[in-house]
C-alpha cells in the first residue's frame, strides 16, 4: 500500500498510468467496438474526422476505418513492445548474469560480444535481421528484443558484480548451493529492480523501432500498426495530412506513458533519492 | 601526447569488437536465402547449372565457410565491399557517394541538440522546481516520446505545405544552377527540417542529462569556494559548473553515435536525401545485401571513429583523465 501511495504521490507517473490504462483498455475492447477486420475496406475513402458518425477518427485512404486501426493497433505496439522488452530483458539477465557472476575470461568474450552489439548502430542492425529473415510480426518482435539486449546486459553485469561478494552469496556457496540456485534464486532477485525500472525504457524504444520499421514498410503488413497507417497516410499527406497525424498522437501518448510509469516506478523504488 | 597513446590503446582494443561484428555479419549472409550467384543468374534469366557451379568457383562460394570467411575478411581489409548488382558498381563506390549527405546531417543535427540541450538543460537546473524547469522537463519528455519520422511528416505538412517557407524534401533545388554561397544556403535550408527531426530524442537525452548533472555539479565543495569567494552568480555557472557538468555531455556524444546513425535512416527517407540510410533502406527493399551490410561495416568503423575523437576530447576537458595513467 505504501508503494503505490508513494508512486502517485508523483504526477507525472500518475498520468503515465492513467494513460497507460487508457492504451491497455484501447487494445482490450478492441474486438468489442470494432469486431470486423480493420483492415478490411470500411467506406468512403479519406472522410475527415467528426464528418460521419459511423468513422469518428475519419478513413483513410484506401477507405479504412482510422478508429479501428488506432485501437487494434494498440494491441500490436503493446504487444510487440512487451514481449520484445522480455526477450531483451531475459537475454540481457543470461549474459550480464554470467559475465558478472563468474567474471575473468567469459565475462571478457561476453563484453566484447555486446560492444559489438552497441558498435553497430541498432536500426541498421534491426534492418539486417528483417532483410534476412523477413517480417512477419514473430521475426519483427523477436529482431527488436535482439537489437535492445546489450544495454540490460551491461546493467545486469554491473549489478551481479557488486552483488556477488556479498556475505549471503558466500553462505550460499558454503552451503553448497548450484551455480545456477545462486544466480537466478539468490542473486537475480537483488538485482531486480533496476532492472525492471530499465525495462520501461528498452519497451518505450521498442515501440517506436517498431513504429520506425513499419512506417518505412518493413514490418508485418497484415496486422494493423501505427506505424503503417502512418506510411500509408504519407502520399496524401498534403491534403489528408490526418490520416498521419492521429496515429502518431497515439505512439506518442503510448511511449510517454510508458516512459512516465517506469520514471515513477524508479523514484518509488528507491525512496531514498533526493526528489528533483 | 599522453593523450593520444590513450585514445589509440583504446582504439586498438576496439579491433577484437570489429572481428566479431564482421564474422556475425557473415553468419548472418550465410543464413539469408539465396547468395550473390543466385542473384546474378536472377538477373541472367537464369542459367544451365554448369555455368551456375562454374560460378560458384569463380566467386570462392564452393570454399569451406571458415575459408570463406577468411576471405571475407581478407577482402574488407582491402576495403572490398563486394559489388553491388542493383546499382552495378562497387559498394564502396555507392556509399561513399552517399556518405557525406549523411556525415552533413549528423554533425548539424548533432550540433543542434548539444547546443540547445545544453541551454534548457542550464536554464531548467537554475530554475530547478520552478515553473521554466517544470516546461522543459515535460517538453523533453514530450520529445523523447515523439517518432521521428512522424515529427519529420508534420513539420513538411506545417512549414512547406501550409507556410511554405521550407522545401519538403530532397538536398538541394534540382536544376537550379546555384553555384557557391548561393548553393551552401540552397542546401542549409533543405537540411533545416531533416537537422531538427533528426536531432528531437538527443536534444531531449541531452537537455535531462545536462540538468541532472549542473544539479550534481552544483552540489559539490569547489562551487560553494567560488560563492564564497564572492564570484557572481553567472560567473560561477559559466566558469565552474559548466565545464564540469559538460563531461557527460561529451560521453554522450559517443554513446549516442550509432543510435545517430540509425535514426538517419528513417530521416533521410521521410525527407529523400541522398544519404547512407536512405541507401540502407533501398538495399533492403531491393534485397541487395552486399550493400547493406558494407553499410554496417561502415557505420560501425564510423561508430568506432567518433568514440576515439570523443576519447581525445573528454581528455582535453578533463586533464585528470590523461595524467593519471
Known amino acids: 500500500m505504501g508503494f503505490l501511495r508513494r508512486y502517485l504521490r508523483n504526477p507525472g507517473a500518475a498520468i503515465g498510468l492513467v494513460l497507460l490504462l487508457l492504451v491497455l483498455a484501447m487494445a482490450g475492447s478492441a474486438d468489442l467496438l470494432y469486431p470486423r477486420d480493420p483492415l478490411a475496406l470500411a467506406g468512403r475513402p479519406l472522410q475527415w474526422p467528426f464528418q460521419n458518425a459511423r468513422f469518428l477518427l475519419g478513413t483513410d485512404a484506401s477507405g479504412r476505418d482510422i478508429a479501428a486501426q488506432i485501437f487494434h493497433g494498440a494491441r500490436i505496439s503493446l504487444l510487440i513492445g512487451f514481449v520484445a522488452t522480455i526477450v531483451a530483458i531475459a537475454l540481457g539477465i543470461i549474459v550480464g548474469a554470467v559475465a558478472g557472476y563468474y567474471g575473468g575470461l567469459i565475462d571478457d568474450l561476453l563484453m566484447r560480444v555486446t560492444e559489438a552489439f552497441q558498435t553497430v548502430p541498432s536500426f541498421l542492425l534491426l534492418l539486417v535481421l528483417v532483410a534476412v529473415f523477413g517480417s512477419s510480426i514473430v521475426t519483427v518482435t523477436l529482431a527488436i528484443g535482439i537489437v535492445s539486449w546489450p544495454a540490460p546486459a551491461r546493467l545486469a553485469r554491473a549489478e551481479f558484480l557488486t552483488l556477488r561478494n556479498r556475505e549471503f552469496v558466500q553462505a550460499c556457496r558454503t552451503l553448497g548451493l548450484r551455480d545456477s540456485a545462486i544466480i537466478f534464486r539468490e542473486i537475480l532477485p537483488n538485482a531486480m529492480p533496476p532492472l525492471i525500472v530499465y525495462a520501461s525504457v528498452v519497451m518505450a524504444l521498442a515501440i517506436l523501432l517498431e513504429s520506425a520499421l513499419a512506417f518505412l514498410n518493413l514490418s508485418d503488413p497484415n496486422v494493423a500498426s501505427w506505424g503503417n497507417l502512418i506510411g500509408h497516410g504519407r502520399g496524401v499527406l498534403r491534403t489528408q495530412w490526418y490520416v498521419s497525424a492521429i496515429p502518431g498522437v497515439a505512439i506518442l501518448l503510448t511511449v510517454l506513458a510508458v516512459s512516465l510509469v517506469g520514471q515513477g516506478l524508479n523514484d518509488a523504488l528507491n525512496p531514498r533519492l533526493k526528489p528533483r | 601526447m599522453r593523450i593520444l597513446g590513450l585514445a589509440l590503446r583504446r582504439l586498438a582494443a576496439s579491433v577484437p569488437t570489429l572481428l566479431i561484428i564482421l564474422a556475425g555479419l557473415f553468419l548472418l549472409l550465410q543464413l539469408a536465402p539465396g547468395d550473390t550467384v543466385d542473384a546474378l543468374v536472377a538477373q541472367m534469366g537464369g542459367g544451365d547449372p554448369a555455368m551456375i557451379g562454374e560460378l560458384r568457383r569463380f566467386y570462392g562460394l564452393d570454399a569451406p565457410v571458415l575459408a570463406q570467411l577468411m576471405n571475407y575478411l581478407w577482402r574488407l581489409v582491402r576495403l572490398d565491399l563486394g559489388y553491388s548488382a542493383i546499382y552495378g558498381k562497387p559498394v564502396v563506390a555507392v556509399i561513399l557517394e552517399r556518405l557525406p549527405a549523411t556525415l552533413l546531417l549528423m554533425v548539424s543535427a548533432l550540433s543542434f541538440a548539444f547546443a540547445a540541450g545544453m541551454a534548457l538543460g542550464v536554464v531548467a537546473a537554475r530554475r530547478v522546481n520552478q515553473w521554466p524547469d517544470t516546461l522543459i522537463s515535460t517538453l523533453g519528455l514530450i520529445f523523447y516520446a515523439t517518432p521521428s519520422f512522424w515529427f519529420g511528416l508534420m513539420g513538411i505538412v506545417v512549414f512547406a505545405v501550409w507556410l511554405g517557407w521550407l522545401p519538403p524534401g530532397g538536398f538541394e533545388t534540382i536544376g537550379s544552377g546555384y553555384t557557391g554561397i548561393d548553393r551552401a544556403i540552397d542546401i542549409a535550408l533543405h537540411l533545416v527540417l531533416p537537422t531538427v527531426t533528426l536531432a528531437l530524442i538527443f536534444l531531449a537525452i541531452y537537455l535531462r542529462i545536462m540538468r541532472a548533472s549542473m544539479l550534481e555539479v552544483l552540489t559539490l565543495d569547489f562551487v560553494r569556494t567560488a560563492r564564497a569567494k564572492g564570484l557572481a552568480e553567472h560567473g560561477v555557472v559559466r566558469r565552474h559548473v559548466l565545464r564540469n557538468a559538460l563531461l557527460p555531455m561529451v560521453t554522450l556524444i559517443g554513446l549516442q553515435a550509432g543510435t545517430m546513425l540509425g535514426g538517419s535512416v528513417v530521416v533521410e527517407s521521410v ?55
Request: avoid cysteine; glycine fraction near 8%; aromatic fraction near 10%.
Open chain 2, 271 to 325: 525527407f529523400a536525401l541522398p544519404g547512407l540510410g536512405r541507401l540502407a533502406y533501398e538495399s533492403v527493399v531491393q534485397r541487395d545485401l552486399n550493400t547493406l551490410l558494407g553499410i554496417v561495416f561502415v557505420s560501425a568503423l564510423l561508430v568506432i571513429v567518433i568514440n576515439f575523437l570523443v576519447d581525445i576530447a573528454y581528455a582535453r576537458l578533463d586533464p585528470r583523465i590523461g595524467s593519471q595513467t
